[in-house]
């Protein structure tokens, strides 16, 4: 069963737009590869949907990566972030906030920075972790993306 949104590709400003933001989050997505206190694919997830709407070919061959690609297939068709990235992803989060909070020193920027990574947790923590169980004609359980 297919849930992904598909959407058209946008064209002309808009584009260049979805384009800029795509390959930025792509660039925070690549760095956090290799440092681990920043998570690779909640960036990438974002790239996609950028790329999906700017230029589907970029989507699509970030979705084929090895490594990344199955849990980016796995959000974007069922809407699943698994326990691990959801803790990657929540962790790099308080700690940037943490760091937010230090450097800056600004009760308005921090609470306004702490706001956002606290609602943007949320959503990550009430994601479904695991692909859902479908029940076909004869009563067995089958996942309809194992991997």
Not at 32 to 57: D, E, K, N, Q
Not at 95 to 104: C, E, P
Request: proline share 9%; glycine share 8%; hydrophobic share 50%.
């Amino acid at each position: 069963m297919e849930h992904m949104i598909t959407v058209p590709p946008v064209r002309g400003l808009p584009r260049l737009l979805w384009m800029l933001a795509g390959a930025a989050l792509f660039v925070l997505g690549a760095i956090g590869a290799v440092l681990p206190v920043l998570p690779t694919t909640v960036f990438w997830i974002g790239a996609v949907a950028c790329f999906a709407r700017s230029h589907p070919a970029l989507a699509e061959r970030i979705q084929a990566h090895p490594v990344f690609g199955p849990p980016l297939r796995r959000y974007r068709e069922h809407g699943v972030i698994d326990a691990r990235g959801k803790r990657a992803a929540i962790g790099a989060m308080a700690l940037s906030g943490f760091a937010t909070v230090i450097m800056t020193r600004s009760l308005p920027i921090s609470a306004g920075v702490c706001g956002t990574l606290s609602l943007v947790a949320l959503y990550i923590a009430t994601r479904p972790e695991a692909v859902p169980v479908v029940r076909d004609d004869n009563s067995r359980e089958s996942a309809s993306d194992p991997g």
